[in-house]
């Protein structure tokens, strides 16, 4: 009978209306609740057919839920370093207990702060999971699985010390520096200089260098710098205090000289011999010299241009022949009316060096112009790159010369490393160009540095690899001036507070200054996000209709974003809400006069019984 089916379906109207109001009622109560996704009533009708098409059944009317899950919340900041939202599509992957084997869950509110345990939990008291970084920030290597997650305890009992692994220095040294000439030190008479002990050679500028062991322990080391007339051949007058009008022949700086005296030079490669006469007219292939500046333009003459020698006076005063050549010999001889060099100074040593006196005054024993001619530390016609590793066994440890041919005489440094004990850890040469730059080739991972292998503090902590950036190092006349000193290094220090990055990275924070990426957050995605199960604690579950989850990275492969220091908020908009609650309780009103109207249309049939 039509009249029960008008009945009828005006229950299923208030019957569905009751359910929309619950609906709007469960959303306004959650307004305020972070990371909340509200629901629609979406009615549909129920149709019944009627027999013959002269009588009309009416059908009643259902509802059906519809989740809001992809619609976005409002950001709100907050003070909190652990609280984070989510701007775009993914969830954090959560657990109630971490201990259980209960499926993960899925949440958009992410209020984590840590409990007594250490583990981030949201203010459902769900636990944060997310991926373990490894030491140098890599993440599992079946990060698209979920059993790669693990709960984030961020509880560091014993705090965290940071070994030193990098240094970088920025100073000037000057290069007005005189330089130290090896042959006239006491000892040693040839490179490298003795940086330590009894006849140890004064540094001319000390820097140092505070690094930390794995034990969190200070190791103050030592940085050295001698500059010194470098690793070629060259010879070097005892005299100083000469200027270029020195005369030659002047009795009260070289003695009893005689006008006539010769004497030759043979550098370059191959070798080229001048012989040079002193103030005296000159012979087949001979060039007079008068003064020390005659006898310098001379030699820079016949022996320059960067291919052979060049002849200086130093900052001292001596006259300072050296060859350009790292290959190079450099021979001085006496010809004819000189007198005969005198037994060499250093024969036998190693590396060969020939030197010797060359005495103009012909009073042996008692030398006025001395020279040392030092054979090159790396054979002829041997590769160039290398030719100070002779020497100095440790060169390896030192950035490449770049330009090994022809290396700014007047450029050369000795640097020493040395431990808190004062033992060396490491002694090389550096070189620089003309213009001050450092004269020196970036490694394989463009780092121009000295490399410290295999450090024993002899402290019980593990061995130590410092690599030092040198390549902001400069030779400018002037002071020796630090810019700057850096190292990644720190001493013990206890966890002071823990905050997550935008990247999703939850990074611990120390007294110390050091900081610890401990693991990256995830963003669980969905193909259809509306098709999740919720669940308490503003949470839902995987389901058919979702789909299976996909571990994603912040911000990559379509998931969001995340935004630190801050909190989604509900997506429910009040008026919205107040709105459809009007039009419900309206509908609802509208029912129930259907049925007091079908109720009327009843007693007045059963008045006409």
Not at 55 to 77: E, F
Not at 225 to 240: E, I, L
Not at 254 to 279: D, M
Not at 372 to 397: E, K, L, S
Request: proline share 6%; net charge negative; charged share 10%.
């Amino acid at each position: 009978m039509s009249l029960f089916g008008a009945l009828f379906t005006a229950v299923s109207g208030m019957s569905a209306q009751s359910q929309a109001t619950a609906m709007i009622s469960n959303n306004i109560a959650n307004v305020d609740t972070v990371g909340f996704k509200g629901s629609d009533a979406a009615f549909y009708s129920l149709v019944t057919s009627a027999t013959n098409g002269g009588q009309y059944s009416p059908g009643t009317v259902d509802v059906n839920r519809v989740q809001n899950v992809t619609q976005q919340g409002a950001i709100q900041q907050t003070s909190s370093g652990t609280d984070a939202a989510i701007t775009g599509n993914g969830f954090f992957t959560v657990k109630q207990d971490p201990s259980s084997q209960l499926p993960f869950l899925y949440t958009r509110a992410g209020s984590f702060q840590e409990d007594s345990t250490g583990l981030l939990r949201n203010s459902s008291g769900f636990a944060l999971y997310a991926w373990p970084l490894g030491t140098n920030g890599q993440l599992p290597s079946n990060e698209g699985d979920i059993s790669s997650l693990v709960p984030a305890n961020v509880a560091f009992l014993g705090g965290l010390t940071k070994p030193t692994t990098t240094a970088d220095m920025s100073l000037n040294l000057d290069a007005n520096q005189a330089d130290i000439v090896p042959e006239l030190n006491p000892a040693p008479s040839v490179l490298p200089l003795t940086a330590t002990g009894a006849n140890a050679v004064a540094a001319n500028f000390t820097r140092g260098l505070t690094v930390y062991d794995s034990l969190g322990a200070a190791q103050n080391m030592s940085i050295q710098f001698r500059k010194v007339q470098g690793p070629m051949a060259h010879a070097t007058t005892s005299t100083q205090n000469l200027t270029l009008s020195t005369s030659l022949t002047d009795p009260a700086v070289f003695g009893n000289i005689s006008a006539g005296n010769k004497f030759s030079v043979t550098t370059g490669t191959p070798a080229a011999t001048q012989t040079y006469i002193i103030g005296a007219a000159p012979g087949a292939g001979e060039v007079r010299v008068d003064t020390v500046g005659d006898l310098i333009t001379q030699i820079n003459t016949v022996f320059g241009g960067g291919t052979a020698a060049k002849a200086t006076l130093d900052d001292s005063g001596r006259l300072v022949i050296q060859a350009d050549n790292p290959t190079s010999t450099l021979t001085l001889a006496n010809v004819a009316a000189g007198p005969a060099p005198q037994t060499p100074l250093g024969a036998g040593g190693s590396p060969p060096v020939t030197t010797g006196t060359l005495n103009f005054a012909g009073q042996p024993g008692n030398p006025a112009l001395a020279y040392t001619a030092q054979a090159p530390v790396q054979p002829v016609g041997a590769p160039p790159g290398n030719y100070v590793g002779t020497t100095y066994p440790q060169q390896g440890d030192f950035p490449a010369i770049a330009n090994d041919l022809t290396p700014n005489t007047q450029g050369w440094w000795e640097m020493s490393v040395l431990k808190p004990d004062g033992t060396a850890l490491t002694q090389g040469l550096v070189n620089f160009n003309g213009d001050g730059t450092l004269n020196a080739s970036p490694d394989a991972n463009s780092v121009t540095g000295v490399s410290l292998k295999n450090i024993d503090w002899n402290n019980g902590s593990d061995l130590a690899n410092i690599d030092i950036d040198i390549s902001k190092f400069t030779q400018f006349a002037g002071q020796y001036n630090v810019v700057s000193t850096d190292q990644n290094g720190a001493a013990l220090g206890l966890r002071t507070g823990v905050e997550i990055t935008k990247d999703g990275t939850i990074v611990a924070q120390f007294s110390n200054g050091a900081t610890a990426n401990l693991y990256k957050i995830p963003m669980s995605t969905f193909s259809n996000p509306d098709g999740l199960q919720e669940e308490s604690g503003t949470a839902y579950s995987e389901t058919s209709t979702s789909g299976t989850n996909n571990l994603r990275e912040a911000g990559n492969g379509g998931a969001g974003f995340l935004q630190p220091s801050s909190l989604e908020g509900s997506n429910i908009d009040l008026a919205d809400e107040f709105a459809k609650l009007i039009v419900s309780q309206r509908a609802y009103t509208a029912d129930t006069r259907v049925v007091n109207t079908v109720d009327q249309m009843t007693q007045d049939l059963l008045r006409l019984v």
